[in-house]
């Protein structure tokens, strides 16, 4: 009786969403307003498939939540329409690289979508790589769109595969579009791979507040019922996104956020203060989101981080005693002595520096120089958010409790 009557409390409830689904960040809206130009720079690198030609591969870069997934799948939809309408031999497919991290994920999900009753388990990738070549030697024209590129472990050879295909091919080809959000991958690419796969490139820049307020409007008008939310929540939540990133994610998941905070108040319309409550949600997540995905070695880096500024003392500096600022130095010891109990590698003093960097450019860690004084020159890092939460969160995700 209790399980129904609240099945049918929910399913009676009134709710400001006229489809919730619509503003979902998974959801790729028809229009994609301040995206034109990428999307004509990119349709124009791959049109040359439709007529028998080899598309030169293209690397994709642009902050988080800058539209780079959504104009690439709203242009594959459109490229895959065509040629099937005019009956032409090309093909584009999606992989997201955050799940196939390895070359062998990666064919195995081209093989599996290019051949749909086949299963390709437990074959070895030259196998599966072979029936791609197999599938392309067909005339067919083919492009991968490898989303979130950076997290293939083993991408110069997934790279170095993919074009060595073209050799063997005298009808077909094979192209990618590699996408990224990370800065610094770009520069830590093998010579050969990245001369591949940068052959043409494109910037996705943050949007700016105005663009942000038209974005939502656009997607508000999709989820909203009408006049369920405020136009000034709307500026807020555009307002912030545009304050800490410029960053559409962050824009649409405040105004989900606000809207559920507000069915669950039972309120009629999404005001500033269900935005406000949001904030704070939707920081959280993404930064727990953004934790998930660390390779394991960073995961540590980060959790030594966070058990130093748990545990030490403030240290004295220019301005008065901080609590949590550390040293690398410091740092770095942690992480080796974490990284022995818990029988993981220990990467070198070099790659360290390398996460650190890396850390900084997710919004994750501060850091800043520590002048002459202090030990001499080091780095001081501080973690960006609560270490409570980032260390609890990194003891769930390292050792699973
Ligand atoms: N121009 C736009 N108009 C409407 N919605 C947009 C626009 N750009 C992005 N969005 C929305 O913002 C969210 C994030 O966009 P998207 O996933 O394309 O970003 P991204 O650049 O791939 O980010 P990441 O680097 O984190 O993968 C999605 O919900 C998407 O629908
Ligand atoms: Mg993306």
Redesign the pocket.
Known sequence: MIAESIFKSEFDKNSVFLDRNLIM?S???DE????EKQIEEVSRVIAPALKGQRPENLFIY?K????????SKHVMKKFNEFASNNKINAECYYVNCRTHNTVYKVLNKIAKDIYAEESFIGFPSTFIYEKILEYSKQQKHIIFILD?IDKVRDLDELMYNLTRANDELDKGSISVIGIS?NVLFKDRLDARTKSSLCEKELV?PPYNAEELIE?LK??AKLAFKEGAISTSAISLAAAYAAKESGD??TA?LLLLKAGEIADRLSLNIVEDEQVKAAKSLVEEEIVLSLISTLPSQQKLVLYAIAKLSLDKKPIKSLIGLEQGVLFSGEIYEEYTRLAKKFKESIVSARWYREYISELEVYGLIITTNSGKGIKGQTRLIKLASDPTKIRDVLEKELFGN
């Open positions: 960040p959801y790729i809206p994609l307003p301040f995206r642009g988080v939540g800058t539209g780079k997934t959504s104009v979130e959000n996705f974005i656009k997607r559409a994610r649409v």
